[in-house]
């Protein structure tokens, strides 16, 4: 693989973007030409109909061509500046006149523009044993909102043939199963089948479709202020705190904030998210510690809103992905707009 090869995998040009930059076309063809290093060479670059770029450079002094920078073993000080140089001046055509096209189906690599365009995230190639498999991060979360990926067709179908790319897609669970029902989505390869889904980027959906569900999966990945907050009845009788204060006192996780809600998850035999909580204040130093619970920092709440007993079960929450509640952590964004809903 060439120079040119090498920079320009994985791009494609933008015809419009040429003549501003500075390329003349004549016939068939877009030239380019610059001095480099103090006028000793002319780079010359020429782009076809297809694409495809080539460039030479002439010693000025000489007029003839330059070509001992293509040897890769020549690493002495002189070719080695030349060679900078020259990539300096394809890397700038490129950055100006080219857009990435890192994928095989031109409607995985019009979506990854989409992306970019929406949410200025580039496509992380994260796996060295995988090359071509790319995530999609939240870039405040960290989290996955989409992947993509090179897979054999029969993954997904027993009779498929040949290899295919995918896109998974983090969903609500109960949108996930309705998607299924439909032509052109499959369960999720690789992901957890419940949360994800995978469709084949091959345009039997279209880019606002499949961007209507990647924005979902986008909000899915930002982290609300919410939180769901685990409580143990065994040790602490919450109800009977409330009916003294509405304001009580809570073991607080360092990233809760200030006006940050709370919903108190209860345990057996109440197994419900019970109360909904805004919090206060917050970083109040408190040392305390038995063999049950250890305390350095607390925080005020103030009582928001009761819910009955099973309003708001733990079998209702894992269908949200909620399948543990060990800790303080992060409250759904799916599971906060369907608990919104209820009275």
Not at 60 to 88: A, D, W
Request: glycine share 4%; proline share 3%; aromatic share 16%.
């Amino acid at each position: 693989m060439n120079i040119e090869e090498e920079l320009f995998k994985n791009y494609k040009i933008d015809f419009n973007k040429l003549s501003k930059y500075g390329f003349i076309k004549e016939n068939n063809l877009y030239k380019y030409y610059k001095n480099i290093m103090n006028d000793t060479f002319k780079i010359y670059i020429e782009i076809n109909n297809e694409g495809i770029i080539k460039g030479k450079i002439y010693d000025l002094y000489s007029k003839e061509e330059y070509t001992n920078f293509r040897i890769k073993n020549n690493t002495g000080s002189f070719v080695e500046q030349v060679r900078y140089e020259f990539k300096n001046v394809l890397e700038d055509i490129r950055n100006n006149c080219f857009y990435i096209n890192p994928f095989k189906y031109e409607q995985t690599n019009r979506i990854l523009n989409l992306i970019k365009q929406k949410y200025d995230d580039e496509p992380q190639f994260e796996w060295e044993k995988f090359p071509s498999f790319a995530t999609f991060k939240n870039k405040y979360s960290k989290k996955w909102y989409a992947i993509i990926m090179n897979i054999d067709k029969n993954k997904l179908e027993k009779k498929g043939i040949g290899e295919i790319e995918i896109i998974d897609i983090k969903l609500n669970p109960i949108e996930v199963q309705e998607l299924l029902k439909q032509k052109g989505f499959y369960p999720a390869y690789h992901m957890n089948k419940k949360n994800w889904i995978t469709i084949i980027s091959d345009d039997t959906l279209s880019d606002n479709k499949i961007m209507d569900l990647i924005d979902k999966s986008y909000s899915y990945s930002t982290n609300t202020n919410e939180w769901i907050v685990p409580a143990n009845p065994k040790y602490f009788d919450i109800e009977k705190a409330l009916k003294k204060n509405n304001t009580i006192m809570w073991k607080q996780n360092t990233s809760i904030k200030i006006n940050d809600i709370v919903y108190l998850y209860v345990g057996y035999p109440y197994s419900s998210i019970m109360y909904k909580f805004k919090v206060k204040e917050v970083n109040i130093p408190y040392e305390y510690k038995d063999k049950n619970l250890k305390i350095k920092k607390i925080m005020y709440m103030d009582l928001i809103k009761r819910f009955e007993k099973g309003q708001i079960p733990f079998n209702e929450l894992k269908k949200f992905g909620v399948n543990a509640i060990r800790g303080q952590r992060y409250m759904p964004k799916e599971l906060s707009e369907y608990i919104d809903k209820i009275n």
